[in-house]
Nanobody
């Protein structure tokens, strides 16, 4: 099995910063990509940022220039540095890891439980 665990959420005032971390562990041959998604109340889940093993990144337009995703491949860990936070960033942030299994060499997506980020105005 694969475990994905997030940390770093919390309450912050508008304009502040938070750093989220996400670590994948367990039966992992390799990880193709890791990403952060968020879901606000009454809204659909959306991609925030994603990074591949090679370092290719993509961001939602709403966070470009404010959020930075980075990755430590040796630790199977991804980080999301969030600056200039806005109340509209309030959501549950979930991490997803695209993991290749060691026995089948097939990729599957594993999700963490999520961490709450609340930005007050």
């Amino acid at each position: 099995q694969v475990q994905v665990v997030e940390s770093g959420g919390g309450l912050v005032q508008a304009g502040g910063s938070l750093r989220l971390s996400c670590a994948a562990s367990g039966r992992i041959f390799s990880i193709n990509a890791m990403g952060w998604y968020r879901q606000a109340p009454g809204k659909q889940r959306e991609l925030v940022a994603r990074i591949t093993t090679g370092g290719t990144t993509n961001y939602a337009d709403s966070v470009k220039g404010r959020f930075t995703i980075s990755r430590d491949n040796a630790k199977n860990t991804v980080y999301l540095q969030m600056n200039s936070l806005e109340p509209e960033d309030t959501a549950v942030y979930c991490c997803a890891a695209e993991v290749v299994a060691p026995t089948t060499l097939r990729a599957g997506v594993y999700w963490g439980q999520g961490t709450q980020v609340t930005v007050s105005s």
